[in-house]
């Protein structure tokens, strides 16, 4: 149990375009869903967290109009990066918990700006 | 602030024990969760401690002093697919997650 999805695994997108990233819980609802970005070499670092049917809250230096997030179901969160850059390049993972406090993580997401 | 230490990168033989160290400073303490991570995936889950004392699970065993600010994985009969980078991650007073910068493991045959 306690499955985590996200799609797609890899996208490669132009500079300027828009992103969009699905992360979804499979086989439970999901209360609480984070959003993470780590570069290579690096720890992950927590973007924002989203409750169902809430505004996301954001890491500082986050920009909230940049990367729209979207919990519009206890099993759906998606993030879109808009007007991607090629500084956007980067591993995106979702994770999501229940009441409990393990988080569990999806495959993550590779993103590529050219 | 809240600080998670552990070490960036660490080398063992196969088939020999590694113990890896993370410290902590955090506002609250509710756990903390063990992690592994290989190269371009999504970490996995391998241990949550929130009382003190050791945890075993297998070859894999985890240790928390909540006095100390401190905790260990210890990682033994190393296998060549332990390569890894471990993170290790602290649930604050908020329950949000604070993560070390993760610990590279090279195992060497």
Partial sequence: GAVVSQHPSRVICKSGTSVKIECRSLDFQATTMFWYRQFPKQSLMLMATSNEGSKATYEQGVEKDKFLINHASLTLSTLTVTSAHPEDSSFYICSAKTGSVEQYFGPGTRLTVT | ?109
């Fill in chain 2, 1 to 109: 602030g809240q600080n998670i230490d552990q070490p960036t990168e660490m080398t063992a033989t196969e088939g020999a024990i590694v113990q890896i160290n993370c410290t902590y400073q955090t506002s609250g303490f509710n756990g903390l969760f063990w992690y592994q991570q290989h190269a371009g995936e999504a970490p996995t889950f391998l241990s949550y401690n929130v009382l003190d004392g050791l945890e075993e699970k297998g070859r894999f065993s985890s240790f928390l002093s909540r006095s100390k600010g401190y905790s260990y994985l210890l990682l033994k009969e190393l296998q060549m697919k332990d390569s890894a980078s471990y993170l290790c991650a602290v649930v604050d007073s908020n329950y949000q997650l604070i993560w070390g910068a993760g610990t590279k493991l090279i195992i060497k045959p």
